[in-house]
């Protein structure tokens, strides 16, 4: 049997037509994909506007520049890929680690606790983690009551919704960020978008995917100024030839993570390995994770991963804790009190899920898993 890793990409003739015909255009970057792929992803998340980058990490760079000034304590979560934090950092801001609500996402009853003890917290960076909406009564309560700014890191949930909200319709945040990395729900490869309803941050981020340049129909045609110190974070027309096709399948792809989880759900009931969150709609399932309590098994966690890959299943962690890391370390974070969050690290994993995943795989890591916890 083929090697089963936690996520991958689906791929079809007609995204490599797509991807083709543009190759074939007088346009490779800077042309009408990008702006058509803008558009689109706009539409499909419900905000004014998109500006499509060069990757997820991208996008969080450049609404952090936006966003923010250099020393401000931004609140953000520990459970995340090192690119959230990372980005404040490039900002020259000050990450403070909150500690995780036990479905995974920031607890944002500590981030309340820290913005009463300290008003001088400017903004809070949330992860729709796994997939999974942020309460969005609680942020818009936050960022009224307390003026903080805020961004959702949406790389994991483009296509959730919850409360008839849509992720990265930033209807209760300053913007949004998506990635499009083969592992999300759909890819260009590389990729990543921000998005936003603020015209002005959405015109100071496109500044600065570009250099800083502006130009305007007013001046004459060779000029051009700069006006801030930017970037080269354009995205291709090919990149994005391949988003708009993959944006086409979309919600297909969505509707099979999410029959692909309530299956998870029903054969994990009354075993070891305890869901996450059982589906209840709120998630459109970038990742799905169990969580097992090690000392009451015969095999560690490592084992378990070490004998699943040799069973042909790549079982994956999300996350080793952020701030807990070599370099965080170096720059005195790693003894927060986050206790939810170590609890979270020493029992979970994450189990394949993607839409070309078939039931018989599927069923396969299923037997296999409990099969090795078991054992
Ligand atoms: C939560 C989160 N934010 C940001 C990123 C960065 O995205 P990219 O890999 O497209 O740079 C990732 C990527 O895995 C992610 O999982």
Not at 52 to 67: N, P, Q, R
Not at 351 to 364: A, N, V
Request: aromatic share 10%; charged share 25%.
């Amino acid at each position: 049997m083929e090697f089963i890793p936690y996520g991958k990409q689906w791929i079809s003739e007609d995204d490599i037509e797509a991807v083709v015909e543009t190759m074939r255009s007088d346009y490779l970057t800077t042309g009408p994909k990008v702006q058509a792929f803008e558009k689109s992803i706009a539409e499909y998340c419900g905000a004014q506007y998109a500006v499509a980058v060069s990757s997820g990490t991208a996008a969080l760079h450049l609404a952090s520049l936006a966003l923010l000034e250099e020393g401000d304590k931004v609140l953000t979560t520990p459970n995340s890929f090192l690119a959230t934090s990372n980005a404040l950092l490039y900002a020259k801001a000050q990450p403070i680690f909150v500690d995780i609500a036990p479905e995974g996402n920031i607890d944002l009853d500590l981030c309340e606790e820290a913005l009463k003890k300290d008003p001088t917290i400017k903004a809070i960076y949330p992860v729709a983690f796994s997939g999974r909406m942020l309460d969005q009564e609680r942020l818009a309560y936050l960022r009224e009551k307390y003026a903080v700014k805020i961004l959702e890191d949406c790389a994991h949930a483009i296509g959730a919704e919850a409360e008839g909200i849509k992720a990265a319709s930033c209807v209760n945040s300053d913007c949004s960020i998506l990635s499009f990395h083969p592992v999300k729900h759909m890819t260009t490869g590389e990729g990543g978008a921000v998005t936003t309803n603020d015209p002005d941050l959405y015109r100071q981020i496109m500044l600065l995917r570009n250099h800083g340049m502006f130009k305007s129909s007013k001046m004459k045609p060779w000029e051009y100024e700069m006006h801030t110190l930017g970037f080269n974070y354009r995205i291709t027309d090919m990149q994005c030839a391949l988003g708009l096709s993959q944006l086409k399948k979309l919600d297909r792809f969505i509707r099979r993570r999410v029959a692909l989880a309530k299956n998870y759900d029903t054969a994990f009931s009354d075993t070891v390995a305890k869901p996450l969150y059982l589906y209840d709609g709120r998630s459109s399932y970038h990742l799905y994770v169990v969580r097992v309590d090690f000392e009451q098994t015969k095999i560690s966690k490592e084992e378990l991963f070490v004998a699943a890959r040799e069973r042909g299943i790549g079982l994956q962690l999300h996350y080793i804790p952020i701030n807990k890391q070599p370099y965080y370390r170096s720059l005195g974070y790693g003894e927060e009190p986050t206790p939810v969050m170590d609890r979270y690290y020493r029992e979970s994993f994450s189990l394949p899920i993607y839409p070309k995943l078939t039931d018989d795989q599927q069923r396969y890591v299923i037997e296999t898993i409990l099969d090795l916890l078991d054992g």
